[in-house]
């Protein structure tokens, strides 16, 4: 993302705080969301349906994988880990664990992804030495996200929304969190389907996540559902 495109993205969040008249826009952001209750009626019912199918249908899926991790790996067959959800408040997120768990190992790369997290960036390449044979497999097909079913179906997490951040990425961007938070963080959205090479700062989302929030209905998310399958195959920023 060019500087240019970094500085519309900001200001497509700023707009709704800074500004003078930026508490009442927010304000008159939350009543929207408030007016739709029906389309988020319709949201929690269908997060229910599709995740007790798709756990059922994967189900194999889901056994496979956390053996072959368990055989391949030494820890835990998840990896969960703080995010930011509904209304700001904390939760616990699953993915199959697709790194070693040791990371003295891999000194340098766990290094780095200690320093980027202190700037409220995610450390993530291509060529991370932490990465496991089964986790680069899991990671290109987005298989390692299924277990995200499960928080789905507690409520934790939507099929569909904005990417669920960890609170650290989050903390430069303290109006962001706050509009984000309004819904609840989604597997899948319109930042997944547009730009998922660019998904190591919260900054990347704001145009997404921002536009979600403020045009959202239960249509939206069908339309972003549809797209989904050919951003996964595409397989970019996926590892």
């Known amino acids: 993302m060019n500087l240019n495109n970094q500085t519309k993205a900001t200001d497509n969040v700023l707009h709704i705080h800074v500004s003078g008249e930026g508490l009442l826009q927010f304000q008159v952001l939350q009543k929207s969301m408030e007016e739709k209750k029906f389309h988020f009626i319709l949201k929690r019912v269908f997060d229910i349906s599709v995740s007790l199918f798709l756990i059922t249908l994967f189900s194999p899926i889901l056994l496979i994988v956390a053996l072959l991790i368990k055989l391949t790996s030494r820890g835990p067959i998840l990896y969960s880990n703080e995010r930011v959800g509904l209304g700001g408040d904390h939760f616990k997120c699953h993915k199959f664990r697709s790194m070693v768990t040791d990371h003295s190992k891999k000194h340098n790369d766990h290094k780095r992804a200690v320093e980027h997290a202190e700037k409220g960036i ?17 990671r290109r097909t987005s298989i390692d996200e299924l277990p995200q079913l499960f928080n789905v179906l507690l409520g ?83 590892y």
């Open 156 to 238: 934790d997490m939507s099929v569909v929304g904005p990417r669920p951040l960890v609170p650290f990425m989050l903390k430069p961007y303290p109006e962001f969190r706050d509009v984000r938070s309004l819904v609840r963080p989604g597997i899948t959205g319109l930042w997944q389907i547009r730009d998922r090479e660019h998904n190591t700062s919260a900054e990347f989302m704001i145009t997404h996540d921002t536009e979600y929030v403020e045009n959202y209905s239960f249509f939206l998310d069908m339309k972003i559902l549809v797209e989904t399958p050919i951003a996964v195959l595409s397989g970019k920023g996926a």
């Open 122 to 138: 995610l450390h993530k390449e291509k060529n991370d030495s932490r990465i496991t044979i089964i986790g680069r497999v899991i």
